[in-house]
């Protein structure tokens, strides 16, 4: 049964049968001042509420319940079925299966050290080991409980499990665990809220990771999924199969992320990106890369004594040099798997190479290069020659939205053209065979 809803003919009160049938609730709307008890009545007969009043009342006594416009307030209540007793006979090591109250956990290997399941692993099977008892509705009738381990399977199949033939089955990979209703399911999304310290050491997870905090190094994290931090990162290599964002400073990091990364502000650090790489604030000696697009938010992101690689546009605030340093600001040929290569290729911790301990690293190496060299020929492949060039660059364009230092390389593709003196509001791209710059207006 699902939740059932009746209403007044202005829908200022609304009735809620849960999909037990065991509990309804009252809301009356903000702007309900006056309340007619009359559709009240004529809401619980439509229903069919008979039973369960007293024990609503009393509920919210012992628990000092008041009403509250707007709320829902609990107006009858009776007695759910008690499911059996019953134990799962485990495929995995139950023992070492992710607790429930995991998101507090302060020692992350204590997390990622769990047992892991790709999909299609069987977990368990299911035994009653003592029968349930019959419980009532509001309606007044008999709610028998699960008789059977198929339809208690189905009661205690959670999250990322399916249950057939006695089975419990996992159907995408990730953390195996007993959640807080007692439901067997898989963890895709690993939220903590605390601190990660990864100490020297690898760590891999293999769902999606949220972190309510900071991840400190020295060290190495592999995320098979997204990754989101709303602290601050330092002194980690990174590389996530999904989307990251990173709303605290990101200091002497490496982080490469498959897809889209959006971060707030960079300091002495690689941020390479599969997709696109939004920049909020300020990033300074950093290398920033992105497979499309580079994207400042607005005029007040700076990059300082950065270089900057796209294969499609690049757009910030100021690119402003300090030191006589030779940044770039470059459109060029697939950047991120040039990258990428590199990466994999010289991946370290603590001066000494740890590619035995990274999982299928050889593949890893050879998909790069394999998307390198298709990228390469997708994006040369309507250019006869440097010297005959035929190629579109409509879409490929430098945007300087605040102020460009001098001694700044600018190249789209094969083009070249270094900055003199210094500039402000400036976009380049190519016309007639040449770097072409113009001042932007707002």
Request: with cysteine; aromatic share 8%.
């Amino acid at each position: 049964m699902k939740e059932r809803y009746f209403y007044n003919d202005n829908k200022s009160i609304i009735l809620t049968v849960d999909n037990e049938g065991t509990q309804a609730y009252l809301k009356l709307s903000e702007n309900c001042l006056f309340t007619d008890e009359k559709e009240i009545d004529s809401l619980i007969t439509n229903a069919g509420i008979k039973y369960g009043f007293e024990n609503a009342k009393k509920h919210q006594k012992q628990n000092n319940l008041r009403k509250e416009l707007g709320k829902p307030f609990l107006i009858a209540q009776q007695t759910p079925p008690k499911i059996p007793d019953y134990k799962y006979n485990f495929s995995i090591n139950h023992n070492n299966l992710l607790p429930s109250d995991y998101k507090h956990e302060s020692n992350f290997a204590n997390i990622v050290n769990r047992v892991i399941v790709n999909s299609g692993t069987e977990l368990a099977t299911l035994t009653i080991t003592n029968e349930g008892e019959a419980g009532t509705d509001i309606f007044g009738s008999t709610i028998h409980p699960p008789s059977t381990e198929s339809e208690l399977g189905n009661i205690l199949c959670g999250s990322g499990v399916d249950f057939h033939d006695n089975q419990f089955i996992s159907n995408q990979s990730g953390f195996p665990l007993i959640d807080s209703d007692g439901k067997l399911s898989i963890c895709s999304l690993l939220t903590l809220e605390t601190d990660i310290v990864i100490d020297n050491n690898y760590y891999t997870t293999p769902c999606s990771l949220y972190i309510e905090g900071n991840i400190c190094g020295p060290g190495y994290l592999e995320v098979e999924g997204n990754l989101a931090v709303t602290g601050k990162i330092s002194n980690v290599k990174i590389f996530c199969s999904g989307k990251t964002l990173v709303k605290g400073q990101v200091t002497k990091t490496i982080l490469i992320a498959d897809k889209t990364i959006g971060i707030s502000e960079a300091t002495d650090s690689k941020i390479i990106a599969g997709n696109n790489l939004k920049i909020e604030g300020q990033v300074e000696k950093c290398l920033l890369v992105a497979e499309n697009s580079v994207i400042g938010n607005n005029q007040d992101n700076n990059c300082r004594d950065c270089s900057i690689y796209a294969s499609q546009s690049i757009s910030v605030g100021s690119f402003i040099l300090t030191q006589k340093r030779k940044e770039e600001l470059a459109i060029c040929y697939s950047p991120y798997y040039r990258e990428l290569l590199s990466y994999w290729h010289n991946t370290s911790l603590n001066g000494k190479t740890i590619n035995v301990n990274i999982p299928k690293i050889d593949e890893k190496l050879l998909l790069a290069e394999q998307n390198f060299m298709d990228n390469f020929s997708k994006q040369n492949k309507d250019q006869d020659s440097e010297n005959n060039p035929i190629r579109d660059y409509s879409d490929n364009s430098i945007l300087i939205n605040g102020k460009l230092s001098s001694g700044a390389m600018v190249r789209i593709y094969h083009y070249f053209l270094k900055i003199d003196e210094d500039t402000e509001r400036i976009v380049f791209n190519i016309i007639d065979n040449s770097i072409n710059f113009s001042r932007t207006v707002y």
